[in-house]
């Protein structure tokens, strides 16, 4: 048999990309593929893209640019880009960058294989359909290799609530969702190869509905209750929700269903009503603040997440304030946020403007109070006893990094092995991580 060719991909944007990188990279195995860590070396150059914001998308162009020299060197070098760039702009990433062979979106990672087989004969190839069939199930069974503590698994994708400033459903399509048999085997496979820890995604998870199999749709409260009846699995989390889609079960389920972890992220993007009306979010500022009170009440020490999203056309400072004061009143223990980024085609690129100026000056306003809560919440930490799953070695001699139950990352000095469940005291709180010591 002849050597293996290298594939390096390189991945960006959400968790879902990490997922479907690793989906694509066994993909091509058949195909006589091993990963490599670095594009210096490969055979072919797969970039499973992000095109959520302006820098996203051009940071693709700019990575493709930097390839060029590497081509010139090894003309049989295959390039490819895969992900939201690829599904958005499609024909127009070969117009700018010629030396593209591949371009591939995401609902069409099944047909990679094949496609790579042309691009080898010396063809340009270009897949974006939103194809029928479901990739995941066109796609081969997982290889058995054994595997990290934490996995993500791919439950739903898509999205159909059309928020104003958001490309994700021109990019990933409708809402769908795998069936219920699918998610518990390749679980059940992910455990038998070392996971302790699942995170279940979707661009929309807790809209999931996918067929189980009394041929109802299930809830992903019903998957969570189902999936956790697996002995070897410690941990279930899930992310991304939207607040419209968080039902009863899925409260209960936080305070009920021990494998479920105490983390919840939960994007609100604005705290003012009259600008969450312009995003199309069809919720509002205290049908949030509620729903953040109900789950409190199901899971008191439950860490809430968020994203915000500042200087959305025609934000005020009152609307900015209104931001900054639902954030005090929920205390967040972690929150992404972005300046407001023009999408074309989106509704919102339409509209007037908020000078860039004043995005930087609210963003830094916001970041400064969200750092502030991450913080304190990490400090409330101290002297409480929390569960750790560890993970891999640390820097130090003896030392082991692993997450808790709220997703901190906690130093340790301990002989106990990545995959092993730790009860740990906390007794500091750094920048950026904890330390405590294994008491059992
Ligand atoms: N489905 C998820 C979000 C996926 S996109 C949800 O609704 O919560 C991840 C985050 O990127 C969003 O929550 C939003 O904060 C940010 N984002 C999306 N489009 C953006 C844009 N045009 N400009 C700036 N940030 C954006
Ligand atoms: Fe984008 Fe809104 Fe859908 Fe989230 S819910 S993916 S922000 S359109
Ligand atoms: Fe980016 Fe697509 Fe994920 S736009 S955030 S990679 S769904």
């Not at 104003?164 to 390749?186: I, K, M, Q």
């Not at 410690?234 to 105490?262: Q, V």
């Not at 990352?409 to 990545?418: E, F």
């Amino acid at each position: 048999m002849s050597d293996p060719r290298k594939l390096y991909i390189k991945t960006y944007g959400c968790q879902m990309n990490v997922y479907d990188s690793e989906r694509m990279s066994e993909a091509l195995g058949p195909n006589g593929y091993v990963t490599v860590d670095s594009p210096d070396e490969a055979d072919m150059i797969l970039l499973n893209t992000c095109h959520i914001r302006e820098k996203a998308a051009e940071k693709v162009y700019s990575e493709l640019g930097r390839f060029k020299g590497l081509k010139a060197e090894k003309p049989d070098l295959k390039i490819g880009v895969a992900g939201c760039v690829a599904q958005a702009e499609g024909e127009e990433i070969m117009r700018r960058q010629p030396m593209v062979d591949l371009v591939v979106g995401p609902q069409s990672y099944h047909r990679l294989p094949e496609m790579e087989a042309k691009a080898g004969q010396g063809a340009k190839v270009i897949d974006t359909d939103f194809p029928e069939e479901d990739k995941f199930e066109r796609l081969k069974s997982r290889p058995k290799a054994k595997r990290g503590p934490t996995a993500f698994l791919t439950v739903q994708e898509g999205c159909d609530k059309f928020c104003a400033f958001c490309v994700v459903p021109y990019t990933r399509g409708a809402e769908v969702s795998r069936p219920v048999s699918r998610v518990l085997d390749e679980a059940r496979d992910l455990v038998e190869r070392g996971v302790r820890e699942i995170t279940l995604l979707g661009q929309n998870v807790n809209a999931y509905h996918g067929e189980g199999p009394d041929g109802r749709d299930w809830s992903l409260a019903r998957l969570i209750r189902e999936l956790s009846e697996i002995d070897d699995l410690a941990r279930i989390r899930f992310t991304t929700s939207h607040p419209n889609d968080m039902d009863d079960d899925l409260i209960a389920a936080h305070g009920d269903c021990e494998k479920l972890m105490p983390y919840l992220h939960l994007p609100v993007q604005s705290g003012s009503d009259r600008i969450l009306k312009r995003m199309n979010r069809s919720h509002d500022r205290d049908s949030y603040l509620r729903l953040i009170d109900r789950i409190r009440a199901a899971r008191p020490d439950i860490l809430i997440s968020g994203d915000f999203i500042v200087g959305f056309p025609e934000e005020t400072d009152e609307d900015f304030r209104d931001t900054m004061r639902l954030i005090e009143e929920v205390r967040y223990g972690q929150a992404f946020s972005f300046k407001y980024s023009t999408r074309p085609g989106t509704p919102a690129a339409e509209r007037a403007q908020v000078e860039e100026a004043v995005k930087t000056a609210r963003l830094a306003e916001l970041q400064a109070l969200i750092t502030d809560q991450q913080r304190a919440v990490q400090d409330s930490m101290v002297g409480q006893e929390v569960g750790v799953l560890i993970e891999r070695a640390g820097r130090l001699p003896g030392q082991m990094v692993g997450k808790s139950d709220h997703l901190h990352a906690v130093h340790m000095q301990t002989d106990l092995a990545p995959g092993s469940l730790a009860r740990v005291r906390i007794v500091e709180s750094g920048p950026n991580s904890l330390a405590g010591d294994v008491i059992g």
